[in-house]
């Protein structure tokens, strides 16, 4: 498991609200925002690390950051969705089998790791089901069948598998979660599903 501290939710906000309202179009700005969450301690050093990170006041992305900082309850109000609010009285959707997951995710990730994170919920999401068919091996009963099913334990264990991809003993599949946002995805993912 690791100790990395969860970036602030704030921040993580402002990045898929830029994100799906189509102000971030390169991966250099998807880049700035990822570095300047991990950076930042207020709104203030959140657009100061932009600008480090080579995002200039003159860009329509730095205006609209500023403004999601300035009032991030009429963002979240206005469209919950999109950071994986719940509307009130609306019960929380299941973390397994859920293509949620992945619509949430999008707006951190490049299009390889998209690939790499696809694959891996692929594989978590089968190995907590009774069995499933693996068209290499046949049947195969799920590794975690037996384990608690509820949003808050799965959420744990796929955080402990992710850190255990980035840290595996092979260099291939290491290399794959290089620079991977781990801790990005999960405080997303626990935004939306605990």
Not at 31 to 50: E, G, I, M
Request: hydrophobic share 45%; no cysteine.
């Amino acid at each position: 498991m690791s100790t990395a501290s969860v970036p602030d939710i704030l921040f993580i906000d402002t990045i898929l609200f830029a994100y799906r309202l189509g102000h971030v179009r390169h991966k250099e700005q998807k880049v700035a925002l990822l570095a300047a969450t991990r950076a930042a301690k207020d709104a203030l050093s959140f657009l100061t690390a932009l600008e480090n990170f080579g995002v200039g006041r003159q860009t329509e992305l730095y205006r609209v950051v500023g403004e999601i900082l300035s009032t991030p309850s009429f963002y979240r109000a206005q469209y919950p969705g999109m950071v994986g609010l719940r509307r009130e009285g609306e019960a929380a959707a299941s973390f397994l089998n859920n293509q949620y997951v992945l619509f949430l995710v999008e707006p951190v990730l490049d299009a390889k790791q998209r690939e790499t994170f696809f694959g891996a919920y692929w594989w978590f999401v089968n190995n907590h089901q009774a069995s499933y068919y693996d068209p290499r091996k046949g049947w195969i009963i799920g590794l975690y069948a037996s384990e608690p099913q509820d949003n808050a334990s799965t959420l744990l264990r796929f955080e402990a598998y992710l850190y255990r991809l980035a840290n595996h003993k092979n260099k291939n599949v290491r290399d794959r979660y290089e620079g991977f946002p781990t801790d990005i995805v999960i405080a997303i993912l626990r935004r939306a599903f605990t």
